[in-house]
């Protein structure tokens, strides 16, 4: 699975676009870019992922860069329950395989009144 | 909306006993996971299991650690003689069988070895 890069940390105020970076360089073609996130201690909860294409969903868009070695997440309106750990992994999507996620150090977004 | 749920919330034990996490995974889900997550650290994968067997498993999943589904709802990891280095939040996880279909993840244990 190709290596991401992501900001330790980053803030946003309450009602902000929180736009988190990743980068992939080395991201292959059959690759996915996902994203999870951890609030607290709590277990990481899927938020979104894509191939090449822009995808949205009711919790996040996922915006991939035409060459895909980059990604943006972005939480249109951040609210306080959005401060947690995201993490961007990148990895082959296989059909019916018990495939791993493998998590990096992630960016720890604040959000702020 | 269906969850993972894991007992006990928190576990405390001495070095060198057994300890059993249990995990309710979602119900149409086939595909099981453990993770660990020493604190301060990263998410860590431990083992995956589908069709009553290991799918894979990490260097940390050595002979001390076993999984089971003992029935159609449970699904355990078993560390048969604790290390402190065992002290960590363990997560499970869950998945649907077929593309579009992602991880779900417990609220964890958090084990502390004494």
């Known amino acids: 699975d190709a290596k991401t890069t992501q900001p330790p940390s980053m803030d946003c105020a309450e009602g902000r676009a929180a736009n988190l970076p990743c980068n992939h360089s080395?991201?292959?073609?059959?690759?996915?870019v996902y994203w999870y996130r951890q609030i607290h201690s709590q277990g990481p909860q899927y938020i979104i992922h894509g191939l090449k294409n822009n995808e949205t969903n009711e919790m996040a868009s996922l915006i991939i860069t035409e060459d895909r070695k980059s990604s943006t997440l972005i939480l249109p309106h951040a609210t306080l329950r959005d401060t947690a750990v995201y993490y961007c992994i990148v990895r082959v999507r296989r059909r019916d395989t018990a495939s791993k996620l493998t998590f990096g150090t992630g960016t720890r977004l604040q959000v702020t009144l | 909306e269906p969850e993972v749920t894991q007992t006990p919330s928190h576990q405390v034990t001495q070095m060198g006993q057994e300890v059993i996490l249990r995990c309710v995974p979602i119900s149409n889900h086939l595909y099981f996971y453990w993770y660990r997550q020493i604190l301060g650290q990263k998410v860590e994968f431990l083992v995956s299991f589908y069709n009553n067997e290991i799918s894979e498993k990490s260097e940390i999943f050595d002979d001390q650690f076993s999984v089971e589904r003992p029935d159609g709802s449970n699904f355990t990891l078993k560390i048969r003689s604790t290390k402190l280095e065992d002290s960590a939040m363990y997560f499970c996880a869950s998945r649907r069988t077929g593309q579009g279909h992602e991880q779900y993840f417990g609220p964890g244990t958090r084990l502390t070895v004494t």
């Open positions: 080395t991201i292959s073609g059959n690759e996915y």
